[in-house]
């Protein structure tokens, strides 16, 4: 019988807590074959990502503890010393970090960080390097490679930054790679082909894989067989098509009954809670909420937000990223609309320029009547009271030295909302309305995990009792029925407080649930917005086609059914200093329906 690329045996993985040995894997055991992919799947906290990270050795010595045996092609990785282990991790094994900025140096850029793994695994000199690392930015479609290159992890959005992560973990052709939620900041496209580039090296070199995720979508699309954790226990283990079919655990039933389907909703023009899971999966769907939306919140015409690019001897402007390009749009009291599209494509620039957090071009933005783009900084700090934002990347947005009560308690009493003696009560509200425990406010961010750390980003937007929230792939990190969870208490809020969201994001399929209307952009651009229904049911733009059908299906048996991916290079948003915008117009195709002109 051929040898397993990894056998994982009796894998106890403890940290030091208070003096005692505390175990957060527990005699785990797993194998993967040449060619094979293993998804390890879990709420976060369950033990995924720290079962990989024992097993590329990534823990701190002394505060931790690894036990039993991890073999790779044989050799047991527990028994190798350090520098035997450097050659191991990057050569022979692979591995994409769930959180892409807190994995690349934020001082070296891009480019040098991906040919150093080249320089030193692969023995190349610089120029081969270069070339093989614009080669590998081709295949996960990282639009104008070359000047890219010499960008730093900052100016990359979080879609890209982890697509550089990926070309980093594939760059050596690994026999093992270890794949921690590596499509979580992705769109639905750049994911597909993603899960497609892994395939086709699974077929090229014999590549194992070993991915961890929450996206069940992902799991039936990727792999061959499952390993289902939970807090640190392997629960039920089997090949894909049989766990989807009839999983065996109540903990199964349950993640599988979180996933949300595209095109599950029926007939409702308006979003929908999750069901309630239980152990038997979920349970009907719940009735649907009347259209409780109000008197326009916003108002935003012709925004466009540009950022000047500099070069040559004296540094002078030599040309403009076209980030944002006359995006018109409005938002009632009580509405979601939904802006979906390609990372890169100008959806977190939009909503950080609404709210001036980057200064725009040009645009008229009206929040309650009022125009902010004419405000001082004085009426724009009371006018971000009511506009707030959840940003994409949970740790880049917390202070690691602040504990995450002090960072929820803050803008309260930065804008004197509460005495100081009732605020540690609204924090432990706060946090319990988004399912954690007053005891977390003490702890701090490295302690959380990311599906964790953005609950905490969601309670603190919410401290300021705000009338609009732009939310910028606010449950992309969340695990499923924790994502189910947080989309019932945004609904639930929503109903309630009368909010209005802006949600950015790539997963079509929780978009379904929860948008009114969703907005379409490619290349800074709306390309179609309309109603919910009418987009997801009828799209006319043909990029809106391609984004649909891009969605991972959560059933194993359609997996190789589909696929129509987007196989044409992103076209670069880099324009010359004098370039005109063509002209272009959206003309109407149904009720509130516009696509432009393609």
């Known amino acids: 019988m051929t040898e397993p690329v990894l056998k994982v045996d009796g894998l106890t993985t403890s940290f030091r807590v208070e003096g005692k040995w505390q175990p957060v894997v527990r005699d785990l055991d797993f194998t993967i074959d040449k060619g094979e992919t293993v998804a390890i799947v879990g709420e976060s906290g369950s033990g995924k990502s720290v079962t990989a990270l024992s097993i590329m050795r990534l823990l701190q010595p002394g505060s931790s503890k690894i036990e039993g045996s991890v073999r790779l092609a044989g050799s047991d990785l527990l028994d190798l010393d350090e520098e035997a282990m450097r050659d191991v991790r990057g050569g ?30 692969r023995g190349m000199d610089a120029a081969s390097a270069e070339a093989e690392v614009l080669r590998l930015f ?4 990282i639009p104008d ?20 992560m990926i070309s980093m973990a594939l760059a050596c052709q690994p026999k093992l790679l270890i794949a921690d939620e590596p499509t979580t900041a992705l769109d639905v496209t750049i994911q597909a082909q993603i ?27 990727i792999s061959d067989r499952v390993v289902v954790m939970l807090r640190g226990d392997k629960v039920e283990e089997a090949p894909v098509a049989d766990l989807f079919a009839a999983p065996k655990h109540a903990y199964t039933k349950m993640l599988l009954g979180a996933v949300p389907k595209l095109g599950g909703l029926g007939d409702t023009t308006t979003p929908r809670r999750f069901p309630k899971l239980d152990a038997d999966g979920a349970g009907p769907e719940p009735e649907n909420e009347p259209d409780t939306r109000g008197k326009t919140l916003l108002e935003v015409r012709n925004l466009t937000t540009r950022f000047t690019i500099r070069g040559g001897l004296l540094n002078r402007p030599v040309g ?34 609404i709210l001036r957090l980057v200064q725009p071009a040009s645009a008229e933005i009206l929040f309650e009547g009022k125009d902010l783009m004419a405000a001082s900084h004085a009426e724009l700090r009371v006018a971000r009271r009511r506009l707030q934002m ?29 005495d100081d003696e009732a605020i540690p009560d609204r924090v432990s509200e706060l946090l319990n309305l988004v399912g954690l425990e007053a005891e977390h406010a003490l702890r701090f961010p490295h302690e959380f995990s990311g599906g964790q750390r953005q609950r905490i980003c969601i309670a603190r937007s919410l401290a300021l009792e705000p009338r609009v929230i732009v939310a910028d792939e606010s449950v992309s990190a969340l695990d499923a029925s924790i994502k189910a969870q947080v989309i019932n208490l945004m609904l639930d809020l929503q109903r309630e407080l009368g909010l209005a969201y802006l949600f950015i994001s790539h997963d079509i399929a929780v978009v379904e649930r929860v948008s009114h209307r969703i907005a379409v952009m490619l290349l800074g651009e709306i390309v179609e917005i309309g109603p919910r229904d009418a987009i997801l049911r009828n799209p006319r733009h043909p990029y809106t086609k391609k984004l649909i059908e891009a969605v991972p299906i959560p059933n194993p048996a359609e997996k190789r059914q589909r696929r129509n991916l987007l196989t044409d290079e992103l076209k670069s948003p880099v324009r010359a200093l004098d370039w005109v915008r063509p002209a272009s117009r959206m003309y109407p195709v149904g009720e509130g329906h516009l696509v432009r002109e393609f």
Do not use: W
């Open 92 to 121: 022979d094994i692979g591995m994409i970090f769930q959180e892409p900025m807190t994995s690349l140096n934020p001082v070296l850029k891009i480019g040098f960080q991906i040919a150093e793994v080249l320089r030193r695994h």
């Open 320 to 353: 403009n990223v076209h980030a944002v390009e006359d995006v018109s749009l409005t938002l009632a009291a009580g509405e979601t609309l939904a802006l979906v599209g390609e990372s890169g494509c100008g959806k977190s620039t939009t909503g950080r320029s």
């Open 195 to 221: 899960l497609e580039l892994v395939r086709e090296l699974q077929k090229e070199i014999g590549m194992a894989v070993m991915f961890i995720t929450h996206d069940m979508g992902v799991v039936a699309e």
């Open 138 to 141: 081709d295949l996960v479609r």
């Open 145 to 164: 490679a070359r000047r890219r290159l010499g960008e730093y992890p900052h100016s990359f959005s979080g879609g890209m930054r982890q697509r550089a």
């Open 390 to 418: 959840i940003f994409q990347d949970p740790y880049g947005s917390l202070n690691p030295r602040q504990a995450v009560g002090s960072a929820i308690a803050e803008p309260i009493r930065v804008h004197g909302l509460m």
